[in-house]
């Protein structure tokens, strides 16, 4: 058996927010283990002044010294995760602060979390996989090019992906909303074949990725099951041809958003979430579905409007409703109520995820959504950058799970 | 969520810190154990730890304490004696209540100092500490101090 | 014997001067004790599971942090309780179950609220603070009176 990864905890509150067994449930569960750094109270008066941040929480300061001890390599890791409670300001800056000192200064994949007593393992546990899978999977995710014949599976929330890849070149591909996940599934992967000319026996591996991927990979004997966050960037930056360097990737997704930054193909901090689906795919769903339009042409349609002629606050998927409900009630175009609405689901991912992460250039988004030229638009607007949709982005964690696994091709 | 049984039901868990020149923790722990009927003693670098029912617990710390009263302390501890989840071994590095005592143990001397002075001299002679709640206004003396100082 | 909430409630050095000078420290550990020798449902380390913040609403509002509400679920009842209390008023390092100081300005204000007696200190920081730290703790616990 392999000896757990070790994820350094950074932390205020947990334990008194009833969620400390959460966390370890879920470092456990993706073979990793939580540890504290251990420092003395001379560790914490130095450290705490050195790195200047003048917080008041004794648990804070605690934190910041495990936080120097890491970056300093008096203590060993393999991974970081930070967690402070959710409404305190306080710890939000150390959270960040911290976040960022460990990312510059170390190359330990960091993920930052806010909870609250409501959160659990479960919620987790794809971060956690996540930051397992960088510290043992580096090589892997090292990888640059496909080789053979391999397919990859994203089982979404939203929709079901899958590419069939052959000698570095996407060679099928099947797409449909996710309805019952192994139907949907297998009806992907039989169009993906049909449209390659191959048959599942020809395909040297399999990996799936996305909110199924267990299931899914159970059912078709998957040889890599990894989750979305490490495949999606992986996907990004091959199909973006930006393996090497800086980047951040976006996935705003059906059910919850992704933002990381990669170095050289590997992520170091990421976030994943969002408060309420008016900060996803879903909104821009309904927002097409209200305005008579496919989401396909809901970009298209979005380019021609000015999303500044609509007050409109997607925060809550409900109000965000009652908004564009109200524009267009109010005489607003389709079309701008349709910009607004690729504004406020980008304002809302920039505002409550991409301050978690420090954006380096390029940006790369994928995903479905970044299909919806409007949204784009919007988010380079808001970061004040041009950004990149690379080709088949909407195919993104089928082609990183099918780059990744033909490195378990097996040599006959 | 799975159900918690929980264990040494009904007992207390205390600290007996000691900081002396004369007894070291090990002293402490071999006259624990002489004196203990029934207790879990456990030896730490700052002194004991005991478990059992709390008359029998407080019994032995009577009896410790009078080993050097001026410089041996006690506090009440959650959890019983190496119990895995504080212990250093299973979470990497120290619980943070260890850094804490860290920081009263270098104020301690100041505290023995005090209970042995006490003895020695008029208690009522002995002024209060400075309340830092209020900000005294400053001394007249002093005030007029600092004015000959800047005229000078 | 009175009940003395001793701030911090982590002290090692109050929980020592109350109990020695004859009455009951109410601090952390007793708290933590409760929790742990009590069944229920299974949430290391310290057996507070998520509905401890939702008692702490008694304290707090909902928009207060999770990690302070839960911890308020361990003074509150505390300082519901406490009967005087001797307070360390730059206690900076003291961690864990004080290692929050939006719950710990909480606790001060409440105690602060309450009429009961109270001691308000700094740590000693010489042995001459010591003494009058000491003599200052000694007399006000003896004035509490009904000492074992």
Redesign the interface.
């Known amino acids: 058996m392999t000896s757990p990864v070790r994820i350094a905890q950074l932390s205020c509150g947990p334990e008194y927010s009833g969620i400390q067994h959460e966390i370890d449930t879920a470092a456990r569960e993706v073979g990793g283990e939580i540890f504290y750094p251990d420092v003395a109270l001379k560790d914490i008066r130095r450290d705490f002044d050195a790195f200047g941040l003048d917080v008041k929480s004794p648990d804070l300061k605690l934190t910041i010294a495990r936080a120097m001890a890491l970056v300093e390599g008096r203590v060993e890791a393999d991974a970081v995760f930070i967690a402070t409670c959710f409404r305190c300001a306080e710890a939000a800056i150390v959270r960040n602060e911290l976040r960022r000192y460990i990312n510059e200064h170390s190359k330990l994949p960091v993920v930052s979390y806010s909870f609250t007593e409501r959160t659990t393992s479960g919620t987790l546990l794809t971060r956690m996989e996540a930051l397992t899978t960088i510290a043992r999977r580096r090589a892997l995710l090292a990888r640059e090019t496909q080789q053979g014949i391999t397919m990859g599976v994203d089982s979404g929330s939203a929709t079901t992906k899958a590419v069939v890849m052959k000698d570095n070149r996407i060679i099928g591909k099947g797409w449909q909303p996710t309805t019952e996940v192994l139907k949907s599934a297998q009806e992907v992967i039989a169009h993906a074949l049909l449209e390659a000319g191959i048959t599942r026996d020809e395909v040297q591996a399999v990996g799936t990725t996305g909110y199924g991927r267990f299931l899914v990979g159970k059912e078709i004997r998957a040889d890599l099951i990894q989750e979305e966050l490490t495949v999606n960037s992986k996907g990004a930056v091959y199909l973006a041809n930006r393996q090497h360097g800086p980047a951040t990737v976006i996935d705003i997704g059906g059910m919850d958003n992704k933002a990381i930054t990669v170095m050289d193909g590997i992520p170091g901090v990421f976030t994943m979430g969002g408060i309420c689906a008016g900060a996803s795919g879903r909104f821009l769903e309904m927002t097409a579905k209200r305005l008579g339009v496919d989401i396909t042409e809901l970009g298209p349609l979005s380019m021609k409007g000015f999303g500044g002629r609509v007050p409109m606050n997607s925060y809550c998927i409900v109000f965000g409703t009652q908004s564009l409900v109200n524009a267009l009630a109010a005489g607003s175009s389709r079309e701008d109520v349709a910009a607004a609405a690729c504004h406020s689901v980008a304002e809302q991912v920039f505002e409550q995820q991409l301050q978690e992460v420090d954006i380096k250039e390029p940006v790369i988004m994928v995903g479905g959504t970044s299909l919806i030229e409007g949204l784009v638009f919007a988010m380079g607007e808001l970061l004040q950058t041009k950004i990149i949709v690379p080709p088949y982005s909407q195919y993104i964690g089928a082609v990183g799970s099918a780059l990744l696994v033909s490195g378990f091709i097996k040599d006959d | 969520?799975?159900?918690?049984?929980?264990t040494?039901?009904?007992?207390?868990?205390k600290?007996v810190?000691v900081e002396s020149f004369d007894v070291t923790p090990a002293d402490l722990a071999l006259r624990g154990y002489e004196i203990s009927q029934g207790v879990m003693i456990k030896e730490t670098c700052f002194g004991i730890v005991i478990n059992g029912n709390e008359e029998e617990v407080d019994r032995i710390i009577t009896e410790l304490r009078k080993m050097d009263p001026d410089n041996i302390?006690?506090?009440?501890?959650?959890?019983p004696p190496g119990d895995a989840?504080?212990c250093?071994a299973n979470?990497?590095?120290?619980?943070?209540?260890y850094?804490?005592?860290?920081?009263?143990?270098?104020?301690?001397?100041?505290?023995?100092?005090?209970?042995k002075?006490?003895k020695k001299?008029d208690?009522k002679t002995?002024?209060?500490?400075?309340?830092?709640?209020e900000h005294p206004l400053l001394d007249i003396y002093k005030l007029k101090i600092l004015i000959d100082a800047q005229e000078s | 014997m009175a009940k003395v909430f001793i701030y911090p409630a982590t002290s090692l050095i109050l929980s020592d001067m109350v109990a020695r000078f004859g009455h009951t420290p109410l601090s952390s550990a007793t708290a933590i004790r409760e929790r742990i020798q009590t069944a229920g449902l299974e949430s290391p380390p310290l057996q507070i599971t998520p509905e401890e913040p939702k008692k702490g609403l008694r304290w707090a509002a909902v928009e207060v942090p999770s990690g302070v509400r839960g911890r308020m679920s361990l003074y509150g009842p505390m300082i519901g309780d406490c009967e005087a209390a001797i307070i360390i008023n730059d206690a900076d390092l003291a961690f864990g179950c004080m290692g929050c100081a939006r719950t710990n300005e909480l606790v001060k204000f409440l105690i602060h609220q309450k009429e009961i007696p109270k001691l308000e200190l700094n740590y000693p920081k010489n042995e001459e603070e010591g003494v009058r730290f000491v003599a200052a703790i000694k007399r006000f616990l003896t004035e509490l009176g009904g000492t074992r």
Do not use: C, Q, W
């Not at chain 2, 040494?8 to 868990?13: I, P, Q």
């Not at chain 2, 002995?126 to 709640?133: A, D, H, Y």
């Open positions: 969520m799975t159900e918690y049984t929980p040494h039901v009904g007992t207390v868990t600290y810190v302390f006690v506090k009440d501890r959650g959890f989840r504080r250093r979470l990497g590095g120290a619980r943070p209540g850094n804490g005592m860290e920081h009263e143990m270098t104020l301690i001397p100041y505290v023995s100092h005090g209970l002075e006490l001299r208690e002995i002024p209060l500490p400075e309340n830092p709640l």
